[in-house]
């Protein structure tokens, strides 16, 4: 039987693994949402992600509907990865 600390520590590391989980599957949705407007190089989790959607929003044929919902997804993705390394 694990100790009350062994078991605290695996606990934190299943915890970190589930997040870390969670934002692959976000990170490849918000691709794959962009890959379907033609954009093709963008990366979430770059500091400079919202610059680049800002720019991408200046052209007029592709349709950024989901703006809004991928800015909510990183912020989303920051806040989980702040959280997991403790300094949010």
Known sequence: MPSVAKEDAR?????????????????????????????????PLRPQAMTGLEQWMGFASLNLSCVPWLAGCIAKIRLMRAAAIGTG
């Open 11 to 43: 606990r934190l590391h299943r915890e970190r693994d589930r997040l870390v989980s969670e934002r692959v599957q976000h990170v490849n949705r918000i691709k794959g949402l962009c890959a379907l407007q033609g954009i093709y190089d963008y990366n």
